[in-house]
């Protein structure tokens, strides 16, 4: 089978592709590359992957419609696509909020279409966020939550994005399964997230920017557990007159960032220093999700505490930036 994989120069997007090589599929990767953090990271990722003869790399925009539809036009034999792509990160919305309608709102929309034009699909799988639930308060997060109050641009773009793949549904019976991540971390993560520059500020001795206090919670979900999930929803498409969904995909834990810090701390050997500010209107108090729903579908079981991912973390973190 051939996967199409959005955003595989990206955190999740990389490890998926890798999986799936690992398994044998043959993957096509496509990524803008785009600045928002350092694009080297992105392309040591890509080296990673490029070894493999299965792998087959494009730079490529998700917004450019005439690009992504050649793609698949040229690849008849697609039998599934995980769409990763978008723009990231919730306070960057602030900076540049159309960037995240371009990426989260017009290029869904540019795959939802594209995947129209594949004969043979069986499924596609999208990136949503836990950031849709915005200032719910019930605990932990279920899939049957209203979800109609967020708190970022960043959380309506996804929310309109899971709109998007229920009118695909209804209209043209287009399998799709809707995946709402919670805080993934790992090797070869995101520098924009907190774990990983609260690591290399400690390691610079400059202070960290916590929010309130560090008593916020965050269900922290390491990213082999994340793999799993996907893979396995990738490998069970809905049916039906409806064939659509959305699942969360989290590790059914909440932590303290005071706890993150922590571990921070005890792994790199060095006290962090801490300025303490008021939370932004854009964070959400608290994170936790529920994962009944996947683990009926696939089985899925997380399996990797904060306090297990994290050294596994800092460990690939020194080697990457050399770091004794």
């Known amino acids: 089978m051939t996967i199409l994989v959005t ?10 592709s890798k999986a799936l090589l690992a398994r044998g599929e043959r993957v096509v990767g496509i990524d803008n590359l785009n600045t928002y953090y350092d694009i ?12 493999n003869t299965a792998f087959q790399f494009l730079p490529m925009d998700i917004s450019d419609r005439e690009a992504v539809f050649s793609l698949t036009d040229t690849n008849p034999d697609l039998t599934g696509i995980v769409h ?39 499924h596609l799988v999208y990136a949503s966020s836990s950031s849709v639930y915005g200032a719910n308060r019930k605990l932990p997060f279920a899939e049957s939550d209203p979800v109609d109050t967020p708190v970022s641009l960043y959380a309506a773009t996804k929310r309109a994005d899971e709109l998007m793949a229920h009118v695909y549904g209804h209209l043209f019976q287009l399998p799709q399964t809707g995946l709402r991540f919670f805080t993934v971390y790992g090797p070869w993560g995101r520098p924009d997230m907190a774990y990983y520059s609260f690591a290399r500020a400690i390691v610079a001795g400059e202070p960290i920017n916590v929010y309130g206090d560090g008593l916020l919670k965050r269900d922290f979900t ?35 960032v005071n706890t993150l810090i922590s571990l921070l701390e005890q792994e790199l050997g060095r006290k962090a220093i801490i300025n303490n500010v008021p939370r932004p209107a854009l964070d959400v108090e608290e994170t936790f999700a529920s994962v009944d729903a996947i683990g009926a579908l696939t089985g899925y079981r997380p399996t990797t505490p904060l306090s297990l991912g994290i050294p596994k973390f800092v460990a690939w973190f020194r080697s990457f930036h050399g770091i004794n």
């Open 222 to 256: 390491y990213i082999d557990d994340i793999v799993s999930g996907v893979l396995g929803c990738l490998d069970n498409p809905p049916s039906g007159d409806l064939p659509v969904r959305v699942l969360n995909i989290g590790n059914h834990r909440s932590e303290l």
């Open 7 to 16: 955003g595989a120069a990206g955190f999740i997007g990389h490890h998926v």
């Open 84 to 122: 990763l792509a978008a723009q990231a990160g919730v306070r960057y919305s602030l900076v540049d909020p159309y960037a995240y309608v371009q990426s989260n709102v017009m290029g869904h929309l540019v795959i939802q279409e594209a995947a129209r034009r594949v004969k043979h699909l069986r």
């Open 40 to 51: 080297k990271l992105k392309q040591a990722r890509l080296a990673q992957l490029a070894g």
